[in-house]
């Protein structure tokens, strides 16, 4: 129940969402409505009032993971979350060994969710890495042609300091020494960390470098018959990374498909 119950929370489904004040956000916005939002609002705020607006986001696109949530610590919706669950205990049952990682965490809900699970198992001897920029996504590298005009490094959403994911742990408490916090570029924090096996290796982080760099440099740790999550397979950027990782390295074991975006595979 409690970890069902976790799922509820971290997706925000537990709730109607509530409306978005309207200055939430406003950098991505054009300059005429920036200024009219932010005086209004502003002028509005001091009588204890909010102008807000109706997200109009449906409760079945929240539970999917279908659209970029506004107040949840996960976008990654629930049918993903419960393929973490799954492969959580199926590496506690089958005693595959290792700690687990997301590479790309956003708010954190789905490492917070990780830790979760293994804290209703009574596990504390595996540890859960947090890997974030804490800062967004990268501005493309032109080494690779598939991340050629991409626009995530623009969106200040995706950009979540280590300190709100810090407290958002807190707020489930669950930020304890086996939550490791990985800040900075995969490139340059993925080769030094301090990680010997893995048994579940989830990637979100939406590029073709962001997902190729968490391939080449973490797979050869991932234990055999450990989980490779992949989120973003629905962007062809990322699908073109996974593919082409697999190709070669020669990978045969079969993917499934977790959800309309989510893919996973178990290492042979
Ligand atoms: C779509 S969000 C992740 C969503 C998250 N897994 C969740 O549960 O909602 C992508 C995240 O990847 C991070 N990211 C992408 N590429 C990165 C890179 N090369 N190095 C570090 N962080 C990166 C961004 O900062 C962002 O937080």
């Not at 001897?125 to 490094?153: C, M, N, Q, Y």
């Amino acid at each position: 129940m409690y970890i069902a119950l976790m799922k509820k929370a971290v997706t925000y489904t537990l709730y109607p969402e509530p409306p978005v004040p309207i200055d939430r956000n406003l950098a991505v916005k054009p300059p005429y409505f920036r200024f009219v939002a932010s005086v209004v609002s502003r002028a509005l705020r001091r009588f204890d009032y909010v102008l807000a607006r109706d997200a109009h986001q449906s409760e079945e696109d929240r539970y999917n993971g279908r659209v970029w949530a506004v107040y949840a610590h996960t976008m990654i919706g629930v049918p993903r979350l419960d393929n973490i669950q799954h492969a959580i205990e199926t590496v506690i049952e089958e005693g595959i060994e290792g700690d687990l990682i997301e590479t790309g965490v956003w708010r954190g809900g789905a490492t917070i969710f990780m830790r979760a699970v293994l804290k209703a198992h009574g596990v504390n001897d595996r540890r859960v890495f947090v890997a974030d920029s804490f800062d967004g996504l990268p501005e493309p590298d032109p080494a690779h042609i598939a991340d050629k005009g991409d626009t995530h490094h623009l969106y200040s959403y995706l950009k979540v300091s280590r300190e709100e994911v810090e407290d958002n742990f807190r707020k489930y408490a669950l930020l304890d020494d086996k939550v490791v916090f990985l800040d900075g570029w995969f490139k340059d924090t993925l080769p030094i960390a301090p990680i010997d096996k893995l048994s579940v290796l989830r990637l979100d982080g939406d590029m073709y470098g962001s997902t190729i760099e968490v391939l080449n440099t973490l797979y050869p740790k991932l234990s055999s018959g450990g989980f490779c999550i992949i989120d973003d397979y629905a962007l062809s950027a990322c699908q073109r990374a996974v593919d082409d990782f697999r190709r070669q390295q020669g990978i045969v074991d079969e993917m499934h498909q977790t959800d309309w975006t989510g893919r996973f595979w178990r290492k042979g």
